[in-house]
Each structure stands twice: as C-alpha cells, then as structure tokens.
C-alpha cells in the first residue's frame, strides 16, 4: 500500500459489504514520522531536504520514502525493529519516487517514463526489472504479485513471475467515465477517485467490472480526493474539508 505525504484529510469509511449505507466521518492522523540521514540532506539552499518524502509507501515493518533533489536521486529505506523502533537500514539509488509501492518483498517506484522494480532476498533490496510507462505514473498499487498504476486514460495491470524473477503486463482496465489520479486496489477490488467520486471495480474472471459509484452524502465538493482500500474497507478522502461543525 501507499501514502502520500503528510496532509491533513477528512476520509468516508465505506465496508464494502454495506456499500450503501450512510459513511461515517473521521479525521485521519499521522502515527509516525521518519527522517533522512544527515548526509542525505542538501546543504544548500536549505539545510534540509524539503521534499523528503513526497512519497512514501509501507507495508509491515518496512517503510520508503523518496528523497528527490539530489543527484542521483534516492529512496530511503526504513525498518521496524522489535521495539517497535523505525530504523534507516538502507538507500537505493534510483530516478524514481514520484510514487512507492511495498507488499512484502516486492516494490515498485515510479519515475520519469518508467517503472522500476525492487524485490527483497535476504534483507536487501535488488532492482529486477525496468518496466517503460507512456508518461510518469503518478500512483500505483501492490496486492501480493499483482500491481496495477494509472497510465493515461486506461489502468494498467502487472503480474509478477516469481521464477523469472520479472513483471509481465495483463489485460489494460480502460474505465468508461472520466476518473482521477490515485487508485486503490486490494482482493480484487479497485478503486479509482474522480470529482466528487469514486469508482468501485470488482475482477470477475479476468475481466473487471464496475460495481458501484461512490457520493458523499453531504455533496463534499472534494470528495475522492484520495482513496485506500484494505480488507472490506474503503476510505475514500475530501482533501481539506470543514468538518469544523462536526469536531469543533
């Protein structure tokens, strides 16, 4: 699963097995913070990086955050120990970061017209494979060995083979009304944002078909702004809603 970087959001919680009941509201906090190691920050203009982690990704006790503006550009790679400690435990060299995706040994990095590749053996992390991309994908999602990115007007999804070791591309989902930037997908479930939406797609087979639209009930004008999914649950985001009437 993926993160981006620290905003604050007003999320809809959806279970998908009451998909059209009322949402219920709740503000969304950070539970932890990373820093970059000192000799990863710039020492001018600023002596910090102000774009540490404008992408970040975490699954498990492994977390990454992208470091762009340096040259090369990296990716920080974090661990949690037994105490429940995050540690820097390793860098990794590479022009990607605009976004990060983790699901267990594997992660994918999206950078300038490409996709690169990470697979975890013996706790470090190895470049497999550089996968082209028409554009720079802006989002992308990891469930096990199957990953889909937005590319274009349609998604794109990938399968990795674990015995070569490599990502081979499936049959493109290409959506019938205009959506967002940002997907979620987990148990073959996608979810897409849109304005004011969001679209549920579940994979019948090998094909996906679309499940239901998602609205807020009080017509929030940012509503699916963002989108997660997990489990039987989706968060669907309203990026800087008033909800002062609500918590205030």
């Known amino acids: 699963m993926h993160a981006q970087s620290a905003d604050w959001l007003a999320a809809a919680l959806i279970t998908l097995a009451s998909l059209g009941?009322?949402?219920?509201?709740?503000?969304?906090?950070?539970?932890?913070?990373?820093?970059?190691?000192?000799?990863?920050?710039?020492?001018?203009p600023p002596p910090q990086s102000s774009h540490f982690g404008s992408a970040v990704a975490i699954h498990g006790n492994t977390a990454m955050a992208?470091?762009?503006g340096l040259s090369p550009q990296r990716v920080?790679?974090?661990?949690?120990?037994?105490?429940?400690?995050?540690?820097?435990?390793?860098?990794l060299l590479d022009e990607a970061g605009v976004a990060i995706a983790i699901d267990g040994d594997l992660a994918l990095m999206s950078g300038q017209n490409?996709?690169?590749?990470?697979?975890?053996?013996?706790?470090a992390w190895t470049r497999v494979q550089t996968i082209a991309t028409a554009g720079t994908v802006e989002d992308i999602e990891l469930d096990g060995s199957a990953a889909a990115h937005i590319e274009g007007s349609q998604i794109q999804f990938l399968h990795f083979n674990r015995n070569e070791r490599r990502w081979h591309k499936g049959q493109p989902l290409q959506p019938s009304k205009p959506f967002g930037n940002r997907l979620a997908l987990a148990n073959d479930t996608l979810v897409l944002n849109a304005s004011g939406m969001a679209y549920v797609f579940q994979r019948v087979g090998p094909a996906w078909r679309e499940r239901q639209v998602l609205l807020p009930g009080d017509g929030e004008p940012t509503f699916g702004s963002e989108v997660a999914n997990s489990g039987d649950r989706i968060v669907v985001a309203a990026r800087f809603a008033d909800f002062s009437n609500v918590y205030g």
């Open 21 to 44: 009941s009322a949402a219920h509201a709740q503000i969304l906090q950070p539970t932890f913070s990373l820093e970059p190691n000192a000799e990863d920050l710039p020492t001018f």
């Open 76 to 91: 920080a790679v974090f661990t949690r120990d037994a105490a429940g400690t995050w540690q820097r435990t390793g860098t």
């Open 114 to 123: 490409q996709l690169s590749a990470y697979q975890r053996k013996g706790g």
């Open 66 to 68: 992208s470091i762009p």
